[in-house]
């Protein structure tokens, strides 16, 4: 079964208004075709207005029951994880497990810098995202949880109620250390489409599957892009966009420094452009829509392509 989810990035400034209603009112367009909603988990970028992803997470949830939420992707840098672990069991048992854990090893050392976080190595921030992992399944599978590790630990911790099912944890990312760890931890790896970005990291997170003999089959393959269908097709933009100044900011490989995949400009085309990834083996999709008439379009004519 192909799931589609919907990307809740910054309004634009001419839908910015009222946040609040803006992204409830793109919730309410999409509620009954999309089945999860994502907020990306940045605390600025330079002046323009950013919401907390945690906080906003939980006020949507309470909101729109029909969706499962997550994050793409959580900075593992900025919440401790035996922390986040609480966070997440009791946001679990808030909504009746409509959680899916997003977590990355973080990558905008401006934001890190400006809050007062330390911004180690690339290599060291992968170490600690595959030691939060652990802390996060510890704290959820065992009463009390212990974890000794080289950047993290917890000592007899409790974390009550602990989930009632396992949370899935999502992680995102395309640099060898990086795959490993996806390939090891993850119930879904995910990294952004076309099929021409996204075969090579795939063939890659293939084979580190294969090295520590995981079964492909029980990962959720999962890419993310754009939907824009303007009225004039012409409109369309013929030129990639980036939504990042500098790409050379993220050695790690995480989400930053890659160009924008918008598919369109019509329907046909997105059911065109989707089927390469969906044939692969992609069944999660999580996707930003540049204005509502495209959310509309995308629900009535390409989702049911799909099945």
Known sequence: ?????????????????????????????????????????????????????????????????????????????????????????????????????GIGAGWQADEYAAYGYDYPSAGVRIEQLSEAIDVLRAMWTRSPATYEGKHYHVRGAYCEPRPAKPIPILVGGRKPKFMRVAAEKADIWQWDGPIERYRVPYDLFVANCAEIGRDLRTITLSTSGEIYFPANPADFPTEPTSSFTDPAQDPSGSFAGELDWVMGPTPADAIQQLRPLIELGVTHLTLYFWDRRSLDLFAREVIPAFG
């Open 1 to 101: 079964m192909i799931e589609f989810g919907i990307q809740l990035g910054a309004p634009s400034a001419e839908e910015m208004g009222d946040r609040r209603d803006y992204l409830r009112s793109l919730l309410e367009h999409g509620e009954g075709a999309l089945r999860s909603a994502w907020l990306p988990d940045h605390l600025m970028k330079g002046d323009r207005p950013m919401l907390e992803g945690w906080t906003t997470l939980t006020y949507l949830a309470a909101e729109f029951p029909a969706y499962t939420f997550g994050h793409t992707v959580l900075s593992q840098s900025y919440r401790n994880p035996a922390l986040l672990a609480k966070m997440a069991a009791t946001f679990d048992y808030l909504t009746d497990g409509r959680l899916v854990l």
